[in-house]
């Protein structure tokens, strides 16, 4: 019975101490398997010398203490000031001792605000490690990198690691509704549990300001972009002020999302017309409000006169009347608005991904000093891949600050594995030539190029009460990695999976490297299965979840994915070029040269600007039908392949992470060959050729594949 009782209970244990896994993150802080690194370690961090008083700086000792303890499995000692050889001194600039500050020497000059210092000192010829900063945060920042250097099993010796970040705002987007829906929301339901804030702080919020702190994410808008103005009034200010207390030690700004209309909705005014004094002053007395309980309010979000969303337009006024006049009323308290470029109209003829750039373009310069414009990658919607947004590049006067999409809207929700940073390095690399050769979009970003001092990153957060954060445990690199580029837009995504995968998993590089390899093919295995060659917004309707090319019946016709393939009997694909609707002249002239002519165009990108013919030649001799239906077979084939790699590291991971990803990578399987043979089918019907050699025949009809409904797709 004994023993019974014991196996169950050891069972329950290690049931428990394995289902936190998936819970920690990249903060996994695995003891130290290699021997002689473990004893460079221990050998080098005899103790930490904790140097502030600050709430931060007890993260940062509590980080240390926590890291060091389980990676080298011994408590190390804190002192309280420095003594023999070998400490790990942690403490910002005005707390060193001017002997140190001496040690340090000029590179205080080399970082800003929120940068950090980690260097191999000596202190009357005793060796120490200094982590230091110009400010508590830029601290915790170095304590997270130092660690990681233990995590990923790097040496600590002869360190001079002088960082900081290259944007300002690395803010994640919640899409989150106070009823705790998410919308695009695939990993359970909104962390914030309205109904018990202010009193009740889950240890979620601290949990997850820790992991954003850890990737150097320095701001969260909490709410929804097609927003509820409830947010606003007092009984929820008193909440995000709840919030906004746990964040702010971990260097995390709350923002909110303002939606135009609530001086109408909870404001009793008649009208919320950005040129009327009442309105005016209705938005500084709210600012006024916020900033009260919240002295760091980092501002406000706003989604206007875009699918539906109320803005200045329904009063005759336009984007810059609205931002300007918002940013009037927090610019007293330092706020900033980041004012949304995704806009388009189904009144407008114009091909949709022309509309963000005719419409903001003409405002470039004319916008307040604490406004930004926060544009998408591309110009249509988060799309597997898209040719970056022609506005970055198109106004120099103004800092826009990117925004990507970590959760997978068009991706396969939280089911695929498909590793979004290699997607996030492409756009930021690209070339908006903007004043010649090297004006790539991360020097739009990080504001070099214009000499922008306001900049900024956002991802669409991923996050919800999922056990693993998530959904799927590889989604978990998506927000480490968008923190990472976020903090420095410059980073190799393939640097970026291996550090995640270190922290994550494990050190050995027998698991290592089919892993990182499978992490940086699955994006390209994404675009094959669902948009090969430039093909885009064909998934189904308003869930986005599975392949709906066929849909036509939507009212307005930019919501249709016949009107972005335009597939017929003579060929495939959206001429946006010269001959067509002439996108590509909204892009520099090398650029525009480039896309417009279907030879020099790259063939990713080839029917995103151009309509060809079936029997069109693409580079690899193959028509663009047999060239489209192999894509496709790719796509699948890949998927096959992340599973086989997937099998064989079972030896490496543990056996519930193991469990999950291998059930996952089955759905994707499935899925990524409903995608191959509904597409094929549809597309067939106009090609009229038969598949080519080396792609499987499928094993339902059309009819079946169009026949499919999801009226419970999450997210929706
Ligand atoms: C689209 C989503 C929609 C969002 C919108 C936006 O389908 O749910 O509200 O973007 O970014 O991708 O505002």
């Not at 986005?544 to 930019?558: A, D, F, I, K, Q």
């Not at 990108?605 to 496709?632: I, P």
Request: overall charge neutral; glycine content about 6%.
């Amino acid at each position: 019975m004994i023993s019974l009782r014991l196996i169950f209970l050891a069972f329950i244990i290690s049931f428990s101490a394995i289902a936190q896994k998936d819970y920690k993150l990249w903060l996994q802080y695995d003891k130290t398997t290699n021997a002689a690194l473990a004893s460079e370690y221990k050998n080098q961090l005899q103790g930490i010398v904790s140097l502030g008083n600050s709430e931060t700086s007890k993260i940062s000792l509590k980080e240390l203490e926590t890291g060091l303890f389980n990676m080298l499995e011994n408590k190390p000692e804190v002192f309280p000031e420095i003594k023999g050889e070998n400490k790990i001194i942690v403490g910002s600039k005005s707390s060193l001792t001017s002997e140190i500050q001496k040690a340090v020497g000029s590179d205080f000059d080399k970082i800003n605000e929120e940068g950090f210092i980690i260097k191999s000192i000596s202190l009357k010829n005793k060796k120490h490690i200094l982590i230091t900063a110009k400010n508590d945060i830029g601290v915790l920042y170095g304590v997270y990198n130092f660690l990681r250097l233990l995590q990923t099993n790097k040496s600590i010796q002869n360190l001079n690691i002088i960082e900081a970040p290259k944007t300002n705002i690395r803010i994640l987007n919640h899409w989150d509704n106070l009823d705790r829906t998410v919308e695009r929301g695939y990993a359970g339901f909104s962390l914030w549990n309205w109904q018990k804030l202010p009193d009740f702080i889950d240890q979620r919020y601290i949990d997850y300001a820790r992991a954003n702190a850890s990737v150097g994410i320095n701001g969260t808008v909490l709410t929804n972009v097609n927003a509820n103005a409830l947010i606003l009034t007092p009984q929820y200010l008193e909440k995000v002020e709840a919030l906004a207390n746990v964040f702010r030690p971990y260097g995390i700004k709350v923002y909110l999302t303002a939606r135009f209309s609530a001086p109408i909705e909870i404001g009793g005014l008649k009208t919320a017309d950005p040129k009327d004094v009442d309105v005016a002053n209705w938005w500084k007395n709210k600012a006024a409000e916020i900033y009260k309980r919240i002295p760091d309010f980092g501002g406000f979000l706003v989604k206007a006169n875009s699918e539906g969303q109320p803005g200045p337009q329904n009063y005759g006024r336009d984007h810059v009347d609205g931002a300007n006049m918002l940013a009037d009323a927090v610019a007293p308290f330092g706020g900033v608005i980041m004012w949304r470029a995704f806009v388009y109209s189904e009144h407008d003829v114009n091909d949709r991904a022309k509309q963000a750039y005719a419409e903001f373009q003409p405002y470039d310069g004319k916008f307040k000093d604490n406004v930004i414009v926060q544009v998408k990658n591309g110009a249509i919607d988060f799309q597997p891949r898209e040719p970056f947004h022609p506005l970055f590049g198109a106004m120099p006067k103004t800092p826009l600050m990117m925004e990507f999409q970590i959760t997978q809207e068009y991706l396969g929700f939280s089911t695929h594995l498909v590793y979004l940073p290699k997607l996030y390095q492409e756009v930021l690399e690209s070339d908006t030539y903007q004043k010649g050769k090297g004006s790539l979009v991360a020097k739009v970003v990080d504001g070099t190029l214009d000499q922008h001092k306001l900049t900024g990153i956002a991802g669409v957060s991923n996050i919800g009460n999922d056990l693993n954060w998530t959904g799927h445990p590889f989604a978990q690199a998506n927000w480490y990695g968008f923190g990472r580029l976020a903090w420095d837009p410059y980073l190799d995504s393939e640097t970026i999976a291996d550090e995640w995968l270190r922290c994550t998993f494990s050190n050995n590089e027998n698991f290592i490297k089919p892993i990182k390899e499978m992490m940086m093919q699955s994006r390209e295995a994404v675009v094959n299965y669902m948009t090969p060659l430039g093909l885009h917004h064909i998934m189904d309707t308003g869930h986005h979840y599975g392949p709906g090319p066929w849909v036509s019946n939507l009212s307005r016709p930019e919501w249709n994915p016949v009107y972005y393939h335009k597939a017929d009997k003579n060929g495939i694909g959206f001429d946006r070029s010269k001959t067509g609707t002439n996108a590509t002249a909204q892009y520099a002239s090398e650029v525009e040269k480039i896309f417009d002519n279907p030879a020099t165009c790259p063939e990713k990108d080839l029917l995103w600007f151009h309509h060809v013919s079936w029997d069109y030649k693409l580079k690899n001799g193959q028509t663009l039908w047999n060239g489209m239906a192999l894509k496709y077979q790719e796509g699948v084939d890949q998927v096959k392949e992340m599973q086989n790699i997937w099998n064989r590291t079972k030896p490496y991971v543990d056996a519930e992470r193991f469990k999950e990803v291998e059930m996952l990578l089955n759905i994707q399987y499935k899925e990524s060959k409903w995608w191959r043979d509904a597409c094929l089918l549809y597309f067939q019907q106009f090609s009229g050729k038969e598949l080519p050699k080396g792609v499987e025949k499928p094993n339902e009809t059309l009819e079946y594949f169009k026949s499919l409904k999801f009226p419970f797709a999450p997210g929706n």
